[in-house]
């Protein structure tokens, strides 16, 4: 029966993970825009913020974060009163991992209509994980969210590469929960064992930034990007003297 409380709660974070907020918001945007064909294809803040702007991009920036939330929550709601209190954190971790599970695949976004208006399957899609990772966490201990906010906004203002903040803050969640097992705070290690294995899921969503990263060609963005444009203008500006 236990097992069966888990598949539960991986069933319903995959469900609130894989609703494409960022896609939907984009296609009400500009409906002959399909998220999937621009830029990176993934339906995060950081490319609905490049398709439609910063608004959208922070709408589902934090619309992301609010499904690996609701899917702690409502796992909770579900199954709070029916299970051991020794058992139910490691079906709120399923929860949460499925939620990160569901946004990088998303169901609802493998399928596209071809010419002839048949569904066909297109491959699994979706994005990296970092919104409903942080909202699971935020879920278990609401501080997770500022620490979640310094350490995105902090490395985009400085490092300029969403993948490396996205790195960094799947890295952060099982080091402090990490530390809260440690001093005692947590009685379980159910929410270490799920930040590592939802950091995994980040990093392997990250497979094509990592690369760039090794080869020197990550996209920089934000004001580090402006620095960079106005040091390539100054020196291209000298050489032409």
């Not at 903040?165 to 001093?183: D, E």
Request: aromatic share 12%; glycine share 12%.
């Amino acid at each position: 029966m236990e097992i069966l409380y888990l598949i539960i709660a991986a069933l319903v974070g995959y469900i609130w993970g894989a609703i494409p907020f960022g896609f939907l918001y984009v296609k009400l945007k500009n409906k002959d825009m399909d998220l999937r064909d621009f830029g990176s294809g993934r339906t995060g803040g950081t490319n609905t913020l490049r398709a439609a702007g910063w608004q959208i991009g922070t709408l589902t920036a934090l619309s992301d974060v609010f499904k690996g939330w609701m899917g702690v929550m409502t796992t909770r709601w579900l199954l709070g009163n029916a299970i051991s209190t020794e058992l139910l954190p490691w079906a709120i971790i399923c929860a949460g991992i499925f939620a990160v599970t569901g946004h990088n695949w998303s169901i609802f976004l493998s399928w596209r209509r071809n010419e002839q208006g048949r569904l066909t399957f297109i491959g699994w899609r979706g994005g990296a994980g970092t919104g409903p990772n942080v909202g699971w966490s935020m879920a278990i201990w609401w501080v997770m969210f500022p620490i979640g906010f310094a350490v995105m906004v902090g490395t985009l203002l400085t490092v300029g590469m969403a993948s490396v903040a996205s790195m960094g803050m799947a890295a952060i969640i099982p080091i402090v929960f990490g530390i809260r097992y440690a001093l005692g705070i947590d009685a379980t290690p159910a929410y270490l064992v799920g930040g590592l294995v939802t950091m995994a899921l980040v990093l392997w969503a990250l497979r094509p930034n990592i690369k760039r990263l090794l080869e020197g060609k990550e996209r920089v963005v934000g004001p580090r990007a402006k620095r960079l444009a106005r040091k390539e203008q100054q020196m291209k500006a000298r050489q032409e003297k």
